[in-house]
């Protein structure tokens, strides 16, 4: 993807966000400008999906600016390729910035990179991933590779074990595959990586520092974008004799009229 082209819609759409917003509800002006959005945005959804990101999803002004959010994350990206561009061309070889990480990495890990502690920054970050996945499927039960395990299991969700599911069709191949695959990488990576970090001495190497951050950026894209499917208690079956039963008991009762009385 050329950054330039993409960059110019993304920020025309926004353009288009603020224009409509300015309109009042239920007018023509509104209704013109919301036009203009949906014609726009079937763009913008190429553009985000090619980032790993929902589309637009609806057609009202609302869903719209619910988006952009996205927008700016995926001009963010794009604005970071552009840099790797430069890079590229003047040292020859590709580069690829801290900035293209998962947030839940890059904030965390950052600092420490910067100070040189890279060790410390792929324990904290893979810390920052096991805490985020707890909360979010409300396992404090456990963490780490166990966590992951569990999350990621393509079993039905039980009673306090919610599941990550990724986007698609559940029957189809891409996505079983997908589905296991995740589980398997998320373990691998915090056994291999969370582990060794924890446990080792050391700054450690930036090289394989940074492949470590780079996969542990895909996992907590997972546990982030993925849906989480929780285990719903099925309902009590409904007992026809006992319902029948208190009817009729219900119409052999006497019935009274309370009379109210009114005062002068």
């Known amino acids: 993807m050329d950054p330039e082209p993409a960059i110019s819609v993304l920020t025309e759409h926004l353009r288009l966000i603020d224009e ?38 609806g057609t009202t002004l609302a869903w719209h600016r619910a988006s952009i959010s996205k927008i700016n994350r995926a001009l963010g990206l ?21 900035g293209m990480l998962h947030p839940l990495v890059r904030h965390v890990a950052l600092p420490l990179w ?15 991933i096991s805490n985020y996945t707890q909360n979010r499927l409300g396992r404090h039960d456990i963490s780490d590779r166990g966590l992951m395990a569990q999350a990621f299991s393509d079993d039905p969700p039980q009673s306090g074990k919610p599941r990550l599911r ?17 589980r398997l990488f998320a373990m691998g990576v915090f056994q291999a990586v969370r582990n060794q970090a924890h446990h080792s001495i050391g700054d450690g190497e930036p090289v394989q520092a940074f492949e470590d951050l780079v996969a542990l950026s895909k996992v907590a894209r997972w546990v982030a974008g993925w849906r989480v499917e929780r ?34």
């Open 20 to 57: 409509c917003t300015k309109t009042t509800a239920w007018t023509k002006e509104r209704k013109v400008a919301r036009e203009k959005l949906n014609e726009h945005g079937p763009q913008v959804d190429v553009i985000l999906r090619q980032f790993g990101l929902d589309a637009i999803g």
């Open 78 to 98: 794009l604005s970071i390729r552009q840099f790797m561009a430069t890079v590229n061309a003047s040292l020859g070889q590709p580069a690829l910035p801290m």
């Open 114 to 128: 910067d100070q040189g502690n890279y060790r410390h920054a792929i324990a904290d970050a893979a810390t920052a």
């Open 166 to 182: 990724c986007p698609g069709n559940p029957q189809s191949e891409p996505y079983r595959s997908l589905q296991q695959g995740a």
């Open 231 to 264: 285990y719903y208690e099925p309902p009590e079956p409904i007992n026809i004799e006992q319902i029948t039963a208190l009817s009729e008991a219900l119409a052999r009762t006497p019935r009274t009229t309370a009379i109210a009385e009114q005062s002068d």
